[in-house]
């Protein structure tokens, strides 16, 4: 079955630290690649996606994501966090057999330590 | 310009009520997405409609879930015979295509079944 697995459910990072947040998927084909945020009351935000092409991705606010087919994975980066960066972010999956249906992982919550 | 709109953003209502849950899509978008997202967890896909049909409904829950777009725009998810279990918040997204295209999502509505 189609799945996505956050490995962490929390982290905590120091501010100016460097952030990596895991994300392995389930499938038996290339998949659409998604990392969205969200912060308290508000909406989920994109931040980047992999369609095809280039396997490392830049995002907004400072985020890249390198898709590694062989590890089916599609881990978060961002060099320097800052405190505003606190939220909770949700990798997702979109596929090709079903256009138009992304599967969400359960989140991982960025906590930022002063 | 203008997002995504859900209304209401809240919503308490008692077991076995029936309730009615709006989604207003970005202007000209053809693509109209609802998702369920329970506590601590990521958002579930529910249905998706690619202009007034239906294309995707394998995550409703059951028949007490049903969602309508009757001239392709706005959506109306409605639920009978709520159940606690139904409590969650409520996401709408729209995208310009099906597919793969970036999906921007709503605020939510959060149900509270009592």
């Known amino acids: 079955a189609q799945s996505v697995t956050q490995p962490d459910i929390h982290i905590t990072v120091s501010e100016g630290a460097s952030l990596e947040l895991r994300c392995n998927y389930s499938y038996g084909a290339t998949p659409y690649l998604f990392w969205y945020v969200q912060s308290p009351g508000q909406g989920l935000q994109l931040l980047l996606k992999?369609?095809?092409?280039?396997?490392l991705v830049q995002g907004i606010k400072g985020f890249e994501a390198e898709f590694k087919r062989s590890q089916s994975s599609f881990n978060l980066r961002k060099p320097s966090v800052h405190w505003s960066d606190a939220a909770e972010y949700f990798c997702a999956v979109g596929f090709y057999s079903s256009a138009s249906k992304i599967i969400f992982g359960s989140g991982t919550r960025l906590s930022i330590r002063p | 310009g203008a997002g995504v709109s859900q209304t209401p953003s809240n919503k308490v209502t008692e077991k076995g009520k029936y309730v009615e849950l709006r989604c207003d899509p970005i202007s000209g978008h053809t693509a109209l997405y609802w998702y369920r997202q329970s506590l601590g967890q990521g958002p579930e896909f529910l249905i998706y409609?690619?202009?007034?049909?239906?294309?995707?409904d394998s995550g409703l829950p059951n028949d007490r879930f049903f969602a309508v777009r009757p001239e392709g725009s706005v959506s109306t998810l409605k639920i009978q015979r709520t159940e606690r279990g139904d409590s969650a918040v409520y996401l709408c997204?729209?995208?310009?295509?099906?597919?793969?295209?970036?999906?921007?999502f709503g605020p939510g509505t959060r149900l509270t079944v009592l």
């Open positions: 409609f690619q202009g007034t049909g239906a294309a995707d």
């Open positions: 997204a729209s995208s310009l295509y099906q597919g793969s295209d970036e999906q921007f």
């Open positions: 992999y369609f095809s092409g280039d396997t």
